[in-house]
């Protein structure tokens, strides 16, 4: 029982098998509260580290390519590992087929899940966790009485299904063996262990309305439910948005994916702007699609392979619009990236976008799924670009107005107020 925020001090256990912002922020949150005992996760930089300094020392090539797991704002005594099915995981990414780096992937995720089951002990209070590596920590939890937070970074497993199903009826030649993996028993299994991880959490954290109404939708008890937006990256100091613009460039960042609904996006482009040169669209990120549909892209269309963020950033300060066709998203952080940088964006209703962008004031707002719309907003654009640096000008500012440092209070907050104690 937590009776009051004393009883949370050094009692409250992080696990993720990943390091990302918004996990990183999570565990600083913890920590400027007094709250953190440890962080359970597979791979970290961290610059106190022993075993760090000496890579660094005799391989530095190996510690750069592992940049976007440095993490060091809390003691290295917190931190705990379990590296070993995660190095395996990655090098099934870099040369692996995708239907093979996915069976890795799940057994490195339940394997993490497990390990951090047997570590639990009484001494621990509240144990926050992340949806498909949570199911078996929740039960031993549960039996230690130990408070159990979810933290919910995608849509209900159960929504939008119809709208996924309609996209490969009107596009057959979406489908691959890597998508019927995803959509067969396998799909079934994963989805199972979610709803025990729902069932089994006091507390679930939501970091988009859109993602709550879809656990809501999935009959989860709305009553265990928050929402804390996730965070704006540091705006940029200045924005150089054109005052005229001569050649309007749209940027998509994310995974190429009929999820992420970028088979739109270039079916459009191919149907409508092929053939203009003032135009340019830039997509960056994984290919996920069928070959044959990006194969033979229009000379108006870029394809980049992942970036990293320094280099993607330079993208972001080099376009004029920024697109999120996404189909379901339970946030998408490449809106926040965007607007920080001054882009305007549109973004669909399905994501976080409508939390974030005051339609028609610094982004547009679309419906998921919907081309005519998309299409239309992209013509807006065109025909409205006199209107773009306004828009920028809100984006950078509706940016500045919630940081991080206004996330972690907030997260901190609203967890206070559902243990019923003072933060």
Not at 39 to 52: A, G, L, P, R
Not at 191 to 211: G, M, P, Q, V, Y
Not at 310 to 330: I, M, W
Not at 336 to 345: F, S, W, Y
Request: aromatic share 10%; charged share 25%.
């Amino acid at each position: 029982m937590i009776k009051d925020e004393q009883n949370l001090k050094s009692a409250v256990l992080h696990s993720f098998p990943g390091i990302g912002k918004f996990t990183s922020e999570t565990i600083k949150a913890y920590d400027e509260a007094g709250w953190l005992a440890q962080m359970f996760t597979t791979i970290i930089i961290h610059e106190n580290s022993k075993w760090v300094k000496i890579i660094r020392l005799l391989a530095p090539k190996i510690i750069y390519k592992f940049k976007n797991r440095n993490f060091s704002e809390i003691s290295s005594k917190k931190i705990k590992l379990y590296p070993y099915k995660e190095i395996i995981r990655l090098f099934a990414v870099r040369y692996l087929s995708l239907t093979t780096t996915d069976k890795i992937w799940e057994w490195a995720e339940l394997s993490f899940d497990k390990w951090v089951a047997s570590k639990l002990s009484k001494k621990i209070k509240i144990i926050h966790s992340y949806e498909h590596a949570a199911m078996y920590t929740f039960e031993r939890a549960k039996k230690l009485g130990i408070f159990r937070i979810l933290e919910q970074t995608s849509r209900h497993y159960g929504a939008v299904n119809t709208l996924i199903d309609q996209q490969f009826e009107k596009y057959p030649n979406l489908r691959s063996a890597y998508i019927k993996r995803l959509t067969g028993r396998h799909l079934l299994r994963r989805n199972a262990r979610k709803k025990k991880e729902h069932d089994l959490a006091d507390l679930i954290i939501c970091n988009s309305s859109f993602t709550k109404g879809t656990l809501v939708d999935g009959n989860v008890d709305e009553r265990k439910i928050i929402i804390v937006p996730l965070a704006f990256p540091k705006p940029a100091v200045q924005i150089n948005y054109p005052n005229v613009i001569p050649k309007i460039h749209f940027l998509y960042a994310g995974s190429l994916s009929v999820n992420k609904g970028t088979h739109l996006l270039i079916e459009i482009w191919n149907n409508h702007f092929s053939d203009n040169a003032d135009l340019l669209l830039t997509l960056v990120g994984k290919n996920l699609l069928p070959d044959l549909l990006t194969a033979n892209l229009p000379s108006n269309v870029k394809l980049i392979d992942f970036v990293h963020q320094s280099e993607l950033n330079k993208l972001y300060d080099q376009a004029n619009v920024f697109v999120f066709p996404t189909l379901a998203d339970g946030f998408g952080m490449v809106i926040t990236e965007a607007m920080a940088r001054g882009l305007p964006v549109i973004a669909s209703r399905n994501s976080a976008g409508p939390d974030l962008i005051k339609h028609g004031h610094d982004g547009l707002l679309i419906n998921a799924g919907d081309d005519q719309d998309l299409l239309d907003k992209i013509n807006w654009c065109i025909a409205n670009k006199d209107q773009l640096k306004k828009m920028s000008t809100n984006a950078h500012n509706k940016a500045k107005s919630w940081q991080w440092e206004n996330y972690r209070e907030k997260l901190i907050e609203k967890i206070a107020l559902k243990l019923n104690i003072d933060a």
